[in-house]
């Protein structure tokens, strides 16, 4: 316990900067002056490690790439690790002593650990340059920690995850910007289709449409126009994890097959279209979100609306028990 107190106000003793000459003096410990190389190396780590940091809050807000960021954030704590590892073997005096415990309050013991403490930095010439570079490390690191939790507000514009591209009037297109026409969709095929003009990558852009009997629909109450001829679409994006929708189960031998469903192949939530996307199976907590559709006089498909639901993963409304 003693050392550990006494590494701790050698640590002090440096960030205060405080420096006494002894020349003339007894010295409890051995005059030790700190390499200028180990100077230089732990000042060059520290100011690095504070680029590193600062480099993760840009790269938070222009270009957050997971690997970039945990790169940035990583090279930060090596750095800072490597610095606080220098200056412990090679800027401060070592000094090992085994003593027995004492009383707990002594007054002479206690200003011996303050005179070592004084004269532990005695030997380190860029005191202040080292103050400063822990400084902008410990500050930029903070920043870095911080400036996450940051996106967990409203002030930062998460308003945005809750639209979407679809109105009514907007086409749907297929990957390669042609709308997709209402005879193009057979019953027991899926298709793929995204909002025209919006970014494909959007979270709420993609949607799969399919095509059922129109007898056989049972969806909720305000849903009747949404499936014109029987044509249905919903959010590719499962709201479960936020996987892609992308197996389609339709009965080929319809009395003894279990009805057409939509199922996400990561974890297997299922959905039954013919009932306007409602959960059947899975971890999924809601129902898959339905886009009311439209057939405009070229033949194409349009959306009549906006989803049901806000599409995307739902974490926290599962962990609510409720819809977003």
């Known amino acids: 316990m003693k050392a550990l107190v006494r590494w701790f106000g050698f640590a002090v003793l440096i960030l205060l900067g405080r420096r006494r000459a002894r020349e003339d003096e007894e010295r409890l410990l051995p005059r030790h002056d700190a390499p200028d190389r180990a100077e230089r190396l732990v000042l060059v780590a520290l100011l690095v490690a504070a680029a590193a940091a600062t480099a993760f809050v840009v790269l938070y807000f222009v270009d957050p790439s997971t690997q970039l960021l945990g790169l940035a954030l990583g090279l930060a704590f090596i750095l800072l690790a490597g610095a606080a590892a220098l200056a412990a073997k090679r800027l401060v005096p070592p000094q090992e002593e085994e003593e027995e415990l004492g009383p707990l309050v002594n007054v002479a013991e206690r200003d011996e650990v303050a005179e070592l403490f004084e004269e532990a930095g005695d030997g380190i010439s860029r005191k202040r340059l080292l103050v400063l570079?822990?400084?902008?490390?410990?500050?930029?690191?903070?920043?870095?920690?911080?400036?996450?939790?940051?996106?967990?507000?409203?002030?930062?514009?998460?308003?945005?995850?809750?639209?979407?591209?679809?109105?009514?009037?907007?086409?749907?297109?297929?990957?390669?910007?042609?709308?997709?026409?209402?005879?193009?969709?057979?019953?027991?095929?899926?298709?793929?289709?995204?909002?025209?003009?919006?970014?494909?990558?959007?979270?709420?852009?993609?949607?799969?449409?399919?095509?059922?009997?129109?007898?056989?629909?049972?969806?909720?109450?305000?849903?009747?126009?949404?499936?014109?001829?029987?044509?249905?679409?919903?959010?590719?994006?499962?709201?479960?994890?936020?996987?892609?929708?992308?197996?389609?189960?339709?009965?080929?031998?319809?009395?003894?097959?279990?009805?057409?469903?939509?199922?996400?192949?990561?974890?297997?939530?299922?959905?039954d279209p013919l009932r306007g996307g409602e959960l059947i199976f899975g971890p999924a907590g809601r129902a898959l979100p339905q886009l009311p559709l439209d057939v405009d006089d070229e033949g194409n498909l349009r959306a009549a609306g906006d989803f049901s639901e806000v599409p995307g993963p739902s974490w926290w409304s599962v962990r609510l028990g409720r819809p977003l």
């Open 133 to 271: 570079g822990a400084g902008a490390a410990g500050a930029a690191l903070t920043g870095a920690l911080v400036v996450p939790a940051a996106s967990l507000g409203p002030f930062l514009g998460t308003d945005e995850l809750r639209r979407t591209p679809w109105r009514r009037g907007v086409r749907l297109v297929d990957d390669t910007g042609r709308p997709v026409a209402a005879d193009a969709v057979v019953e027991g095929m899926i298709l793929s289709a995204f909002a025209e003009d919006a970014p494909k990558e959007s979270l709420a852009a993609p949607v799969v449409v399919i095509r059922l009997p129109a007898g056989k629909l049972a969806l909720p109450p305000g849903r009747s126009t949404w499936a014109p001829n029987g044509i249905l679409a919903f959010s590719k994006i499962c709201p479960h994890a936020g996987c892609a929708i992308s197996m389609y189960r339709y009965p080929i031998y319809a009395p003894g097959a279990p009805g057409p469903a939509l199922v996400c192949p990561c974890h297997y939530s299922t959905f």
